[in-house]
């Protein structure tokens, strides 16, 4: 246990975790099952959220990851009310198809960069929704499919709440062991210059490729959550615009710490709740949001305190200008 503290930064580290965890899990004992369902919401957006960042600190900027968030959620729910196998077999089928899914995709891929591989996985998106939307049979067309059994001992919404706790914990533990791994660090480096990584002995498309797995099957167990919470989805539970809120998520955050996702998340979805009744505002504020962040502080929320701290004690920090050179060379550049 001392050792495992100690790999999480010593004791002030993990403190703060641990006082957090405890107020999070009595939670429940002091709101209603209204919060608890927002809690609920944004554990599986935090889960989303890093499941983008993994690729995207390695350069991949994706404007279709929406369609694994799908493709976790029908193939949980099938496999349930069609097959009969129970939420914790389909909840693994689930990320294992779409990391399988992701892998394939991120092969066949390999040489498309920037803008292109940006406008691949739109249309990867624009394919999966067509396919549930056609293939009635086993998806249900848009009318979708109903009767999805809960989460495997969850009978109550407070029992979905300690379940979604759980699994962003988890998700999150893993995550951070990802990133202080040699892996997270050379994704980190290709993410900066994959041409020089490269050069220095990284194997450049394993590594995304593994990356971009990675990200679709915490995708798709997010997704095979949500179908189980919900009891029901139709094609009208993945809108286009869940690819925009996940980068956002991890934009508005930063995407250089793990905690920047995180960040972003939560102020994302207190933001929607807050515009509850008033949806068609809500494109127009993250669009807003996003354009504001890019132009003011590329490396997010996170990133903007890292520099606070930085000038505090005197140390050199990036430019404006050249932190979202680096943001929009991920979705736009010639990487």
Known sequence: MTRLINRLGGIKSVLPFIVGGAFLLTLPLYIGQYYMHIFVVLFLNIVFALSYRVFFIAGMGSFGHAAFYAIGAYVSAVLTTRLGVPFPVSFLAAGAIAGIIGAGISFITRRAKGIYFFMITFALFQIVVTIIRQWTDVTGGVSGIG?????TGCESMASFFYMGLLFVGVSIFIMYLIDTSRFGRELMAIGDADDLAEVVGIDVSRYKMIAFAIGAIFAGFAGSFLAHYTGYISPHSFPMWLNLNVILFVVVGGERKLWGPITGAILLTFI??????????????????LIAVILTMPRGIVGLVHDWRAKSDKKPVETVDSERSKLLNRFFGGR
């Open 272 to 289: 929607a709740e807050l515009l509850r009744g008033a949806e068609h505002l809500q494109a127009i504020i993250y669009g807003g949001i």
């Open 147 to 151: 009767n999805i059994p809960p989460v």
